[in-house]
């Protein structure tokens, strides 16, 4: 049989053909790819003989003699060794080494780069790779297993080992054990006893392994206890706990309390382990408690409580006779029904609830609870409860004592009821008594600032005397209510003394002067004496002990018609720290009457009934007074007889002081001051202050603005910045707290903002100060006041007697332009007056109109007043503000554009009014 | 199948998963053995309940495990274990098909107890292969695609593998034609 060159090579891909020279003739396609001869080359040139070695030489005729040899070579350069043997084929004279390469492992297969392809099919060596490779992987696996299992052996020996020990450590506990420690098989038989049963029940354990647990039991608890343990098996109950009396072999019983777990052994079988206590001991003292509880429960019984026991889910257990009764329940409708939801409605279950947290939580407590009877009536009782615990210090449920408090209950309801009505009155009257008092300032302030600017204005003496006596009569009304505040404030305990360092002989003089002026006109002699050491500064509030002060002298002055008032101050004792004294006010008045000393020093009353007539006052001045004193910790006494005179004094202790340096007011005459173009924002809805504070700020220069509510006063800040805001509190639209907060908050801005208002109660300046303001003016105030204020926040400049350059006023009365009046009218200076006046009157009620038409969103009727006052501002305002009116009349505009327009419109035209108001003042009254 | 194929399931599962997934996989497929030894034949159901609950596990289809399955076999299993052995399987990709149905044949020989499926290979023209498979074993088509895709992989060359059929006759054949970019 032939084969084709081409099988020949499908077959042998390695083979080598040698001819008689020993030269390679042809190589097979694989062992080309190894040596890589393109002519005849000499066979020991590429490779060497490895097998046979000895009895073999490297010409043809030795390898002719090696046919039935297996054949081992090498390829010198790659070290590749081919195994494989020799065929002689005669026809062609030619030996033919057939073989493949010898691979040691799979990897030389990517050394010698050659692929399986290059393999004939039936060659295994390949395979023989391949089972070489998956015994070496087995061969790891089997190595990891090894790890593996050697890991495992050594976690369970050492954990063998902990068991070991753990369970020689519990040996020791059973063996040792007070308490008595068995097991019992599935038959009830026992298995073990620990060595102290032997002690526990008299009997060898010899002799009760093997005999059934009832041996030790009487017939009824025999019964019960095999019964109790049928069942734990049956349920496949882990534990039980059990007490019961068991028979000694001496006869004796003694109580167990027993704990039993049920068990699977290795075998599968169920036992039981049990842990037996002797508790005899404590069954004894149950008893005794017992007995000591129901001994307790008949004297509460007896003494009408009503008592009841409840478990720790609320259901009752016991409820006794008495409690029953306050319910309206027989005790069988009770037990087993839940307390809180038989008992209590909604809100009381609340109340409730919260007691038993605390009960749970191991506190006795007592307090009030309504309960709804059985027949729906509520009833009040006061229950005074308290948890109780089992022997493991569980909670397992409360008693409660019931008090019947229903008509004790109604009395307190009666009783708040009335509190609280008396409380509302008398909010309802400090309320009264501050809104009174802010309604009569804010007006006299106003007539208090005119008057001062009056007088300083060119004046006939006649309408000085009227000036005068306005301004002294709306002096002394501030003076009243500033009383009726006063009280209203003591009464409401809301006012508080600032003691500070107070040169008190300073404080008495200036009590004598303010005196003076009256005591000369009623021809009466005003004594001063001071008894006190040289050094006369305590800490004490000026302002209140003056009040005091100035009440007495001021009565005194009052009630006095000849002789003398003498002020006194003493020292009557002293200590470390403070000094006591004595103050008095010494009259040769008209006196008391007896019968009214007991009575003057209530509010609103006068010793003599004619008096408030004859010598006018409110009768709140001793009242108050008194207060103050008692607030200073002493108490204002007096001394009288009718006809004589009268002697008020009152001791009281102040503490000592330095002397601290007087601040010196910087600049005394303010009117000689200047605030040069301080941008100052009035923001009050009062016109007529808004006016007060213009004229005043006027004549320091200032350059004044004006809102009417807190809103406007934000938009303006919006636009510009101001060095002060006067902010006044109550306002429509935006009251000044909002307002303030917004500028802060919203704003972010710092200007200084100070509250102008007649609320003073501290509470009101810790509000205004928690807004943000920097401080506070209170109405009515005087020009030195505001003076002050914005001296505190801005620097004054003293005044030059140079006059005031024409342009400021020009800027001042920014709105306004007479320039076409003045055209029109020519110089006639009354007529323009009376326009001015006309305009004003006009405009105002034109503004009002307009706002209520905004107010209702009547479109038409807004743009009719705007055509209307169109003409008149034409005439008398600048150019701005006529188009604005135009703008109003004429553009079609949303409402919101045309409500910013129309408030933008009316804040300008009365400002228009108000400079027009000035103008008319200061040039046409001339 | 041998331990070999459920060793390569799980280590597809903890590398990808987690430990604790696998131990799930084996809870769900109640597969209680600890390890396989991959020369051992374990029972072919295991290796069915292995893919069964991972499908749930991983809440992936039977197909998508399969296939994710065959290509971690190429990828990881073969390269890790006969790394040298499947780069001498071909020069490339097309060289690796060709010879696909010896090495399946050889394999026989290494597992005795291995019933390897068997591969024949038609060259249709120049760029494209026709794969036909005959296993006697039932669902494991798309494991075979996964291998595939994954031989492709390994040569880094790019391949659509198209499943033409799919019949029985007495045992599974199903035929896929491979176009080789």
Redesign the interface.
């Known amino acids: 049989m032939e084969l084709s060159a081409e099988n020949y090579n499908i077959l042998f891909p390695f083979y080598i053909e040698l001819d008689r020279e020993f030269q390679l003739s042809r190589v097979g396609p694989s062992m080309q790819k190894i040596i890589q001869i393109n002519r005849p080359t000499p066979f020991c040139e590429v490779f060497q003989i490895d097998r046979p070695k000895l009895s073999i030489s490297a010409s043809f005729d030795s390898f002719l003699n090696h046919l039935d040899t297996l054949v081992i070579i090498s390829h010198i350069e790659k070290k590749i060794r081919f195994r494989g043997q020799l065929i002689y084929h005669e026809h062609i004279d030619r030996i033919h080494f057939i073989g493949s390469p010898w691979l040691n492992n799979i990897s030389e297969l990517q050394t010698f780069e050659l692929h399986f392809s290059d393999f004939a099919i039936q060659d295994s060596i390949t395979d023989n790779l391949q089972l070489l490779r998956s015994k070496e992987i087995v061969n790891n696996e089997m190595i990891q297993l090894n790890q593996t299992l050697i890991a495992q052996r050594d976690e369970l020996l050492s954990k063998n080992l902990i068991i070991q020990q753990t369970e020689k450590k519990y040996k020791t506990l059973v063996e040792f054990s007070n308490d008595l420690i068995y097991r019992v098989n599935s038959s009830g038989k026992f298995t073990y006893i620990n060595p102290i049963g032997e002690k526990i029940t008299g009997y060898k354990n010899s002799e009760l392994i093997g005999q059934h647990f009832t041996i030790l039991l009487n017939e009824v608890y025999a019964r019960k206890l095999v019964n109790f343990y049928l069942f734990q098996q049956k349920e496949n109950l882990d534990t039980t706990y059990i007490e019961f009396p068991f028979v000694r072999k001496d006869g004796l019983e003694v109580w167990l309390g027993q704990s039993v777990n049920l068990v699977k052994t290795e075998s599968g079988e169920r036992e039981f382990i049990a842990l037996a206590r002797n508790i005899d001991e404590q069954k004894k003292n149950e008893k005794a408690l017992i007995r000591s509880e129901e001994k307790y429960k008949g004297i509460i019984e007896n003494m009408k409580l009503g008592f009841l026991e409840v478990d720790s889910q609320d259901l009752i257990i016991r409820a006794y006779p008495r409690f029953c009764d306050l319910v309206g329940y027989t005790e069988d409708e009770l037990i087993g029904k839940n307390s809180i939801e038989l008992l209590l409605d909604r809100e009381q279950q609340i109340i409730m609830n919260e007691q038993n947290a605390q009960r749970q939580a191991g506190e006795s407590s007592v307090y009030e609870i309504q309960l709804t009877r059985k027949d729906g009536e509520k009833i009040w009782v006061l229950i005074s409860g308290a948890p109780y615990y089992d022997l493991e210090d569980n909670y397992i449920g409360s008693f409660g004592i019931h008090l019947d408090i229903t008509e004790r209950k109604i009395m307190e309801e009666e009783l708040k009821k009335a509190k609280l009505e008396a409380e509302a009155s008398l909010r309802a009257k400090e309320q009264f008594l501050a809104n009174m008092s802010h309604e009569i300032r804010t007006p006299l302030n106003a007539m208090m600032g005119m008057s001062e600017l009056l007088l300083q204005s060119k004046i006939n003496p006649l309408q000085l005397k009227y000036l005068e006596a306005i301004k002294s009569s709306s002096e002394s009304l501030l003076g009243i209510v500033n009383d009726i505040l006063n009280f209203s404030k003591l009464e409401a305990g809301k006012l508080e003394l600032k003691l500070l360092p107070t040169d008190l002989k300073k404080v008495l003089r200036q009590q004598v002067d303010l005196f003076q002026l009256k005591a000369d006109q009623k021809e009466i002699e005003l004594k001063l004496n001071i008894e006190l050491p040289e050094n006369t500064h305590y800490l004490c509030d000026q302002l209140r002990l003056g009040e005091i002060i100035s009440n007495l002298m001021g009565n005194a002055i009052k009630f006095t018609m000849e002789g003398s008032v003498s002020l006194n101050c003493q020292l009557i004792a002293s200590n470390l720290e403070s000094d006591s004294l004595r103050f008095e006010v010494i009259d040769t008045g008209v006196g008391i009457p007896k019968e009214k000393l007991d009575q003057i020093f209530d509010e609103f009353s006068q010793a003599h009934n004619s008096s408030d007539t004859v010598f006018g006052g409110t009768g709140l001045g001793l009242a108050i007074s008194k207060s103050l004193t008692e607030l200073f910790g002493g108490s204002l006494l007096v001394i009288s007889r009718e006809k004589e005179g009268s002697t008020f004094y009152f001791e009281i202790s102040l503490t000592r002081c330095s002397p601290l340096e007087q601040t010196e007011e910087s600049i005394s005459d303010f009117s000689e001051c200047s605030f040069p173009n301080a941008r100052i924002l009035v923001v009050d809805d009062n016109e007529l202050n808004r006016f007060l504070c213009q004229t005043i700020l006027d004549q320091w220069d200032c350059n004044s603005h004006f809102a009417t509510n807190g809103e406007e006063a934000i938009e303006m800040l919006k636009k510009e910045d101001f060095d002060l805001v006067l902010m006044d509190i109550q306002m429509p639209v935006l009251n000044g707290i909002d307002a303030t907060k917004y500028i802060r908050q919203e704003l972010n801005k710092e200007t200084i903002i100070i509250a102008l208002t007649a609320n003073t109660f501290e509470s009101d300046l810790k509000l205004y100060s928690e807004a943000g303001m920097n401080g506070t003016l209170s109405k009515p105030f005087k020009q030195h006041d505001l003076f002050k204020t914005l001296q505190t926040h801005l620097v004054p400049l003293q005044k030059t007697s140079e006059p005031k350059p024409e342009i400021d006023k020009a800027t001042y009365h920014h709105l306004v332009n007479l320039s076409p009046l003045r055209k029109t009218l020519g110089e006639n200076e009354q007529i323009m007056k009376k326009m001015l006046v006309m305009f004003c009157k006009n405009a105002n009620e034109d503004l009002q109109v307009m706002k209520t038409a905004m107010v209702e969103a009547d479109v038409p009727h807004i743009k009719s007043i705007a055509h209307k006052m169109k003409a008149s501002l034409s005439l008398l305002s600048h150019e701005d503000l006529v188009q604005l009116c135009k703008c109003i009349e004429l553009d079609e505009m949303e409402l919101d554009h045309l409500r910013e327009a129309v408030q933008n419109f009316t804040r300008q035209v009365g400002e228009l009014i108000s400079q027009i108001e000035k103008i008319i003042l200061e040039e046409f009254s001339k | 199948m041998y331990g070999i194929v459920n060793q390569a399931i799980k280590g597809l599962i903890t590398e990808n998963y987690g430990v604790e997934t696998w131990e799930k996989v084996k809870a769900k497929g109640k597969v209680n053995t600890p390890?396989f030894?991959?020369?051992q034949p374990y029972d072919d159901d295991i290796t069915y309940r292995l893919v069964g609950s991972c499908s749930e596990v991983l809440e992936l289809s039977p197909e998508q495990v399969l296939f994710a399955f065959g290509e971690y076999w190429v990828l990881k299993t073969g390269q890790e274990?006969?790394g040298?052995?499947m780069?001498?399987?071909?020069?490339d990709f097309r060289?690796f098909m060709?010879?696909l149905p010896?090495?399946h044949s050889?394999?026989m020989?290494?597992?005795p107890k291995l019933s390897p499926p068997e591969f024949k290979v038609e060259e249709f023209d120049q760029n494209t292969l026709l794969l036909h498979y005959y296993s006697g074993r039932h669902g494991l088509t798309h494991f075979v695609i996964g291998l595939i895709h994954g031989l492709a992989k390994m040569y880094d060359e790019k391949m659509e593998l198209k499943h033409l059929s799919n019949e029985h006759n007495g045992h599974w054949h199903d035929l896929f034609e491979i176009k080789i970019n």
């Open positions: 390890f030894l991959s020369d274990k006969y040298e052995l780069k001498s399987g071909g020069r060289d060709k010879n010896n090495f050889r394999i020989l290494v597992y």
